[in-house]
Structure formats: C-alpha cells, structure tokens
C-alpha cells in the first residue's frame, strides 16, 4: 500500500502495534511527544548512527529486511564497545515518497528480529517525508556497570580482536560484482559467507570484560579504529601482519582476483568486530594481534620488518 | 574551510572541542562508540526528531544558526510536554559536501545557544556524508519526576494553551513571500516577530505540573494535536473559537491579506506552544480555550453555533 494512503499518523500506528512491548520498565512507547523509562542508579550509554541512502547502502543491493537488521546491529556493536547492554532502540526514518508501506514493514520486520536476538525493546521514533532517498537515524539507550572507553590503553597491554577481519569489504566488493540483492544465504558458499558479513553483521558481546583497558568497534577499518585507540589513550601500536585474523572465505575469493586479503583486512570497514586491549595473560577466544607500545605506530610483517602505519580506511568528507 | 579539507575525524574534534562540558555527570562525551551518564533513580525521557532539507527546511530561508537553534529548541519542546526536563543532546548531521566547515561552526552555536537556555549538555553524535542536502537527526534525553502522557485527560477537563497560536505558520508565508533569510530580529515589526517565531522558537516549561492531567506541544497544529489527545484519551473536546489566543500581530497580518487569523491558528503548525488539560480550577496563566467531553470533536463559534472538527492540519504523506 502506499504511504500516502495511510499518512504519517496510519504508519505510525502500524509501527506502534508492531513495537507494543509490555515490559514493565517503559512508561510510555511509541506514540507520544517523548518515550518514558524507568531508571536505575548506574550507566546511561547512548549512541547515534545515521545511514543515509547512496552514502551507507543501495536499495538496489540490499533488501529492505536486511537494512533493517543492519541499522540496528551497528548501534548494538557501539553499545557493546563500551561493554554495555543495548536496552531501548528509537527508530527514525526519513521515508521517500516511493516506499511502500510494505518497504517498511519489511524493515521493522529485519530491526525486531535484530531487537529480539539482544532483547531490546524499540521505544519510540520520528517518521517524516523525506524528497531525498531513505534515511535512517536511530538512537540506542543501553546500560552498563563499567563503561569502557578508547583513551585508557595502557603501553603493554596486548591488542585483541573477536573477528575475522576484511570480510565484510570483501562481501561488498562480490555484492556489487553481482549487481543484484541477495535475499538468501542457504548453501554458505564462500562468497555469500562473505556478502553476509556485509549485509547483515551479527554483533557479539564479551561475556567478562574486567580485564579490558579499552575498546572500540571495527566500523572503519582496522588501521583506523586502532588509530583511534592510540590517539585517544596517547600511546602507539605495534600489530603483526600474520596475526591479523583472515577467514578461509576472503582467502578463497581474494585469491580468485589476485588481491591482497590483508588489505581488506587491514582496511577494509563495517565488520563490527570488536577491538580491545588488555592485559596479555587475560584468558579469551579473541585473536591476539599485537600490543600497545609508548610510541609510534607499526606493522611487522613476516620477514620482521617493521613499518610506519598511516590511519587508511574509510573516512566521510576526505578527499 | 571546506570540509574535505580536514575531514570527518577533524569535524568531529572541532564540535568535540566547543561542546566539552566539564559536567561530573558526563562519564564519557562526543568521541567515543556512546555516551556514557551517571543515572539515578527515576524516570528517563527520550526524544527524537530529524529534519531534512527540502522537507523541514529551506537553506534559502534560514540560517545556519536559526536552523541549529530550532534543531534543539523543536526537541526541548516534545520533552517540556512530557512534564519534564531536558539533560543531554545527542546531535547527527548528514552533510553535503557543498557544506563548509564555517557553515557548521555556525549551526553549532545555534544548538549551543539553546542548550545554554535549558543547561542542556552536547554529549554526542554522528556525522557523516550526504549525497542529498542537509539532514539533522537529533535525540534529546530527559528527565522528570511525572510523567504526562497524552492518553490521560478525563471529560470535565478543561483545555489551556500557553501561548498565542498559528504565529509560525503566518511567520513562514511571510518568510516565503520575502523569498530571502532573515538574520536580524531587532525593530520588532509585527512580520519579524512573527518570522521570529517560525524560525527561532522558544519552547517554554510549566513549573507546576502536578494537576495537569494530559500533555502535547502544538507542533501540528491545534486541531491535529488536540485531535491526539482525543485519539489517545479516548475522549472527545469542545473549544470556543473566541478563546483562541491569536496575537496582534498575526491579527495585523492577516488583516492585511484578507485571511482569517483563527485558520492559521487553528491549523499552523510549528508553534511549540504546550497544550495541557487540567481541572478548570488549576491556577495558570495559559490561555483556557475549551473542555474535554465524552465523545465528539467540536468548536463553538461567537454566535454559539457547534460546528464538528477534523483534525486538520500537516500530516507527511498524506495527499
């Protein structure tokens, strides 16, 4: 059905219908001028995530659902990279006038799915028209007892990573080759493997994060998200390039086009894994790929040559 | 400068660097994946809206500062009319390129300058590339010891509103037939206090809120607005077209037109008046404009004659 059939107030209403929860720590949801929570003594995380259309993603390359999965799992890996809990997710969409109400539908159906694996509950949003392709902004509320931020690694501390990295460039990269969305992923050949990575990143907590010194989330790249923990903490990075976790799948593929994996690994953005420092005897199934130094950023590679690092990857407005 | 120039990570640290608020509260600001606050016991308010250019806005009739005051000042609005008060702003801006890093300095001391009125603390954001014009997306947290919801005003109530109304709307066709920004407001005419009020609008609180029983701001417009505390309620409301608040100088001004002042006041949108329902005894210096009533929507003209309304005013989509 088209939008201009039920209006802005009519899709608001599917929305809410579709978000009710009866938690009994949300006062009031969706469908009033601000959404109401009960607080307790402690942490309030928030983050902020924009994807614009032609900028994030291309509705030719991704399906509706998937978006929906993807908007709200890269709020999730912010609230989890300062060792948080994601709580309360608000959802605001700028809507072309081309976007059927089943789009959004279809949408909400892929941010509950996401909201469920995480329990978080979608409190409230802004709905308006926008003349301008898609736009989605969301806010996620979250909770933690210790919050773990960028500025405090320490020279010594080992540097870890939960994921397999470059992947998620390299499923971009096979997405656009293809040229078409991708509605299923049965079968997991290496390439969907890859594209899955992309479109639909599933963010994983750490259970036991009292060791960690600091943390941040793969959104930009390695090179860049580590540089933020060196600029913010003061300190250098030293990472060895037969650490960096790459997966079979980006092996395989990039093989087939004579690309360097690293590359993607070390560069490549959006893997939404997470990237801390801790002490080295700290006990945990992460890839260690390197430590914190006094000074000085540095790859060493297999040979031990050691080389200056530059924070590459993806930066917005930078020519 | 140009923003290519010195990139997202350099913008970041500019806004980083005029929003830094020495606040205990404040465990972690701008710069890291969340915001991190101390929370105490109570009730959390959250809110969310985004404007767009072209949508919500026209960078030929506003300026960079009156657009980031009206930013702010449009959130502070939906959390007054929830009872409570405002706290910590979290501000995303998808930006063209055609931007220059001047442009946002000066849309930054727009939102600074209205968070310093309400002691609102800048804590974060998300900035980013747009290949569509400019988009504001912005969530405000707040907090309150009552919350007043829309869905909870009785028959017998009656209805105030705090400020005269349809001075926005009235502001912005005269903006429109200017066909050209307004930067100063001084000499006060009628037409710039009115412009005034479209584009810099000053939200207002309700220091004694305890017997107000229902809450919206007019953002809509009367009769949509009043229309959702009806919806919500599930009650009807009477108002008295001679009670209608309608200034001197929208009167003025559509004198001068031959159009009828109560139309803009009645279905303008952009007021950000608060519009509260409270037993008829309550002592208040907002504007008494009707009652609520079991069922039915209607307005009582001079000659007492008892029309039915719609709610009628701007809804996106709808045609």
């Given at each position: 059905?088209?939008?201009?059939?039920?209006?802005?107030?009519?899709?608001?209403?599917?929305?809410?219908?579709?978000?009710?929860?009866?938690?009994?720590?949300?006062?009031?949801?969706?469908?009033?001028?601000?959404?109401?929570?009960?607080?307790?003594?402690?942490?309030?995380?928030?983050?902020?995530?924009?994807?614009?259309?032609?900028?994030?993603?291309?509705?030719?390359?991704?399906?509706?659902?998937?978006?929906?999965?993807?908007?709200?799992?890269?709020?999730i890996s912010d609230i989890l990279a300062m060792g948080g809990r994601p709580d309360y997710f608000i959802?605001?969409?700028?809507?072309?006038?081309?976007?059927?109400?089943?789009?959004?539908?279809?949408?909400?159906?892929?941010?509950?799915?996401?909201?469920?694996?995480?329990?978080?509950?979608?409190?409230?949003?802004?709905?308006?028209?926008?003349?301008?392709?898609?736009?989605?902004?969301?806010?996620?509320?979250?909770?933690?007892?210790?919050?773990?931020?960028?500025?405090?690694?320490?020279?010594?501390?080992?540097?870890?990573?939960?994921?397999?990295?470059?992947?998620?460039?390299?499923?971009?990269?096979?997405?656009?080759?293809?040229?078409?969305?991708?509605?299923?992923?049965?079968?997991?050949?290496?390439?969907?493997?890859?594209?899955?990575r992309h479109l639909m990143p599933e963010p994983a907590p750490i259970r036991d994060t009292s060791r960690?010194?600091?943390?941040?989330?793969?959104?930009?790249?390695?090179?860049?998200?580590?540089?933020?923990?060196?600029?913010?903490?003061?300190?250098?990075?030293?990472?060895?390039?037969?650490?960096?976790?790459?997966?079979?799948?980006?092996?395989?593929?990039?093989?087939?086009?004579?690309?360097?994996?690293?590359?993607?690994?070390?560069?490549?953005?959006?893997?939404?894994?997470?990237?801390?420092?801790?002490?080295?005897?700290?006990?945990?199934?992460?890839?260690?790929?390197?430590?914190?130094?006094?000074?000085?950023?540095?790859?060493?590679?297999?040979?031990?040559?050691?080389?200056?690092?530059?924070?590459?990857?993806?930066?917005?407005?930078?020519?």
């Amino acid at each position: 059905m088209q939008l201009s059939k039920i209006g802005e107030f009519g899709l608001i209403n599917n929305i809410r219908s579709r978000c009710k929860s009866s938690s009994p720590d949300i006062l009031t949801g969706i469908g009033d001028d601000a959404a109401a929570v009960k607080t307790v003594r402690g942490k309030g995380l928030f983050t902020s995530d924009i994807m614009i259309e032609g900028t994030h993603f291309d509705l030719s390359l991704i399906t509706f659902y998937q978006l929906g999965w993807k908007f709200l799992a890269v709020n999730i890996s912010d609230i989890l990279a300062m060792g948080g809990r994601p709580d309360y997710f608000i959802a605001g969409l700028g809507i072309p006038a081309a976007c059927s109400s089943g789009d959004i539908d279809e949408l909400y159906t892929g941010i509950l799915d996401m909201a469920r694996t995480f329990n978080v509950k979608i409190i409230g949003g802004d709905t308006c028209l926008s003349g301008h392709g898609l736009i989605l902004s969301g806010t996620l509320i979250g909770s933690g007892k210790k919050v773990i931020t960028r500025f405090t690694a320490r020279p010594g501390d080992a540097i870890f990573v939960t994921k397999t990295l470059g992947d998620s460039a390299m499923g971009l990269e096979l997405l656009k080759k293809g040229g078409k969305k991708v509605r299923g992923f049965s079968g997991s050949t290496p390439r969907l493997e890859l594209i899955k990575r992309h479109l639909m990143p599933e963010p994983a907590p750490i259970r036991d994060t009292s060791r960690i010194t600091s943390m941040i989330d793969t959104s930009d790249g390695l090179l860049i998200d580590l540089g933020h923990i060196c600029d913010e903490s003061n300190i250098g990075a030293l990472i060895y390039k037969d650490k960096i976790p790459v997966s079979e799948s980006l092996a395989k593929e990039a093989k087939k086009t004579g690309e360097d994996p690293l590359e993607f690994a070390l560069k490549g953005g959006e893997d939404y894994a997470l990237l801390f420092t801790a002490p080295k005897n700290i006990r945990t199934r992460a890839f260690r790929i390197g430590e914190m130094i006094e000074d000085g950023r540095y790859i060493i590679d297999t040979a031990g040559r050691k080389t200056p690092f530059k924070a590459e990857g993806y930066e917005h407005f930078k020519q």
